[in-house]
């Protein structure tokens, strides 16, 4: 563990252990941004001209989850508690500051989800989704640069809403 609690990637493992260990550190990173706000805070579009939010990032990046894990790995389908055909930025609007806690809950669900999804999958596991062709190791490399990317937009947002910046 860093000095923020985040668990350090392993330096000498395999493919899979490697690329889990990286997109771990990344999920906790988001976390660790939204740790000691305020709900409101939280819901505060602080870097004009966006409407980005960090309790925004949680509800998106909870989506995300469970549409590259559970809809590209199993044959269920992906119940989305956000965004929809009609409004498909849901995960972005309307927020509701006194559902943070439950909107973090479910994004802390949908990452156990998807690590139960690939837990004994091989990072060369292959399957196609909407005629494209993924491997496991794709979807988790792809995964850690949506986080690394929206962990570069929460530690703008943290900085500007408190002060508090990092790594």
Known sequence: ????????????????????????????TLRWKCEGLTPVQLGT????????????LIRHLTEVELDWSVGTFTDEPVVYAYSSPENPEGDWIGLDPAQ????????????E??????????????????GKRYTLRWVLAHMIEEYARHNGHAD??????????GE
């Open 156 to 165: 703008l947002l943290r900085e500007r809403l408190d002060g508090s910046t």
């Open 113 to 130: 989800r998807a690590r139960s999804v690939v837990k004994d999958l091989d990072p060369g596991h292959t399957v196609e989704d909407n």
């Open 100 to 111: 943070y806690h439950a909107d973090l809950h479910r994004y802390d669900e949908a990452v």
């Open 45 to 56: 579009a602080a870097i004009d001209p966006s409407s980005m939010t960090l309790h925004g």
């Open 1 to 28: 563990m860093d000095l923020n609690g985040r668990p350090d990637p392993p330096t000498d493992a395999g493919e899979k252990e490697t690329l889990v260990g990286f997109l771990d550190f990344q999920r906790a």
